[in-house]
């Protein structure tokens, strides 16, 4: 079935650091695939997403590729803020459903 | 309402005992999905709504599982004779289209979740 492998946390950076959250998958067919971001009390939230092998998503300073030959779509992000300090889930959903499959999910910590 | 409201925040349960979780979806989304969150694990699909039909529920563990969305809007997650293993969070979602993620911008809008813990 669909999985998602994301790295263990917790990821400790200081304020202004680069960002990389490893993110591989194993699925059939063409899934879809998400970075979603859960700050202290709130709901998850959708940060990007990529649709088809080689698409790049990017939102708030973060991009990830979705790169097909190694099942993968790593999470990066030039310059971390203090305000960037939440949880990151990586998902997939099928090519035809609506369903997602999560990764454990990343705690990333930025200190000033 | 703005968001996907769940209630209660928090719930104590006694081992045996009988909860109902409550979803409010944003108004007029007519796909609504459950998940549940075990502490430091990523969201599990539990199982799916469009309008009132239940078309998914594979991912609900026991029968001691049950939800429902009778009118099509505010959907129930029962969870019977809980059991510690069912101490997680639930965490509700809707979205406005039936079509897959993939073809779609919106995505889902989560709720802030439920967490249950069973004593």
């Known amino acids: 079935g669909n999985s998602v492998t994301q790295m263990e946390g917790p990821v400790t950076l200081s304020e202004e650091a680069f960002l990389t959250i490893n993110c591989t998958y194993t699925?059939?067919?063409?899934?879809?695939l998400f970075w979603y971001v859960q700050y202290p009390g709130e709901g998850l939230q959708l940060l990007l997403k990529?649709?088809?092998?080689?698409d790049k998503g990017s939102n708030k300073g973060f991009e990830a590729t979705y790169r097909k030959e190694t099942t993968s779509f790593h999470l990066e992000k030039g310059s971390v803020q203090v305000s960037d300090s939440a949880v990151y889930f990586c998902a997939l959903s099928g090519e035809y459903g609506n369903k997602l499959v999560f990764g454990a999910g990343t705690i990333l910590r930025v200190k000033s | 309402g703005a968001g996907v409201s769940q209630s209660p925040r928090y719930k104590v349960a006694k081992r045996g005992q009988d909860v109902a979780l409550r979803c409010d979806p944003i108004?007029?989304?007519?796909?609504l999905f459950w998940y549940q969150q075990a502490l430091g694990q990523g969201p599990e699909f539990l199982t799916y709504?469009?309008?009132?039909?239940?078309?998914?529920k594979s991912g609900l563990p026991s029968d001691r599982f049950f939800a429902e969305r009778p009118e099509g809007s505010v959907s129930t997650l029962k969870i019977q004779r809980t059991q510690q293993e069912d101490s997680a969070v639930y965490l509700c979602?809707?979205?406005?289209?039936?079509?897959?993620?993939?073809?779609?911008?919106?995505?889902?809008?989560f709720g802030s979740g439920t967490r249950l813990t069973v004593v």
């Open positions: 699925a059939t067919g063409y899934p879809s």
């Open positions: 709504f469009q309008n009132e039909a239940q078309l998914d």
């Open positions: 979602a809707s979205s406005p289209i039936i079509t897959s993620l993939a073809r779609s911008n919106y995505g889902y809008t």
């Open positions: 108004s007029g989304h007519v796909s």
């Open positions: 990529a649709t088809k092998a080689d």
